[in-house]
Every structure is written in C-alpha cells, then in structure tokens.
Nanobody
Framework: QVQLLESVGGSVQSGGSLKLSCVISGYTYSPYCMGWFRQRPGKAREGVALIHIDDSRMASNSVKGRVSVSHDNTKNTLYLQLNSLKPEDTAMYYC??????????????????WGQGTQVTVSS
C-alpha cells in the first residue's frame, strides 16, 4: 500500500521561499508520476507541478518560473521548491501519487493516493 508523508509547511513573508517534501513508501514498480496540488481557502484543489519517474516535469501557469519540482530516487522523496511566494500562494499543499502514470496532466482525479496535506501561509 502506497503511503505519502509530507513535511511540515510553514509561514513566510511575501517574496520568501519554502521547500516542501513528501516521502513515498510502499511502491517499488515503475513507471509512476507524482504531483503537488494545493487548495486555497474557498477554492477547488488545483495542480501545481508534476514529475514523472523519467524526469519529465510540468508546472501550472500560476506558479511557472517560481516553483521547482524534483525527486530523489535514493530517498523516495518528492520535493517542491517554492520561490518568490505571494499571499495568493497561501493554501494547503498536497503531494499525490499515480502508479503507472497513464495520464500526465495536472488533474487531481488522475491521482488515487494523497498525502495528508501541509499548510503554507504567505503574509504580505
């Protein structure tokens, strides 16, 4: 059974940076892809960034140029580096896992396994 364990988020001022991590356990097959999603207050969950085990990557237009997604295979850990943070980036951030990676897109419905979520708060 795949399990995802996210690091604690944090609070930063506008313009600051944060790095989130997500440890993945219980899956040893390939291929797969992993993603970061977020849910802002009063909004639907939205995709932030994806990475395939072959290192293909994708980011949403709202964060492109400000985020970097990466994966350390030796540590089975997914990362999301957030830079130049804005108050509108305040949200609960979730990592997600898709075995097989049949569809590579920023769609939450494609991902069956989720982390518990971690809060990121950006103050102006």
């Amino acid at each position: 059974q795949v399990q995802l364990l996210e690091s604690v988020g944090g609070s930063v001022q506008s313009g600051g940076s944060l790095k989130l991590s997500c440890v993945i356990s219980g899956y040893t097959y390939s291929p797969y892809c992993m993603g970061w999603f977020r849910q802002r207050p009063g909004k639907a969950r939205e995709g932030v960034a994806l990475i395939h085990i072959d290192d293909s990557r994708m980011a949403s237009n709202s964060v492109k140029g400000r985020v970097s997604v990466s994966h350390d295979n030796t540590k089975n850990t997914l990362y999301l580096q957030l830079n130049s943070l804005k108050p509108e980036d305040t949200a609960m951030y979730y990592c997600a896992f898709q075995p097989g990676c049949h569809v590579f897109r920023l769609s939450a419905s494609d991902f069956p396994t989720w982390g518990q979520g971690t809060q990121v708060t950006v103050s102006s």
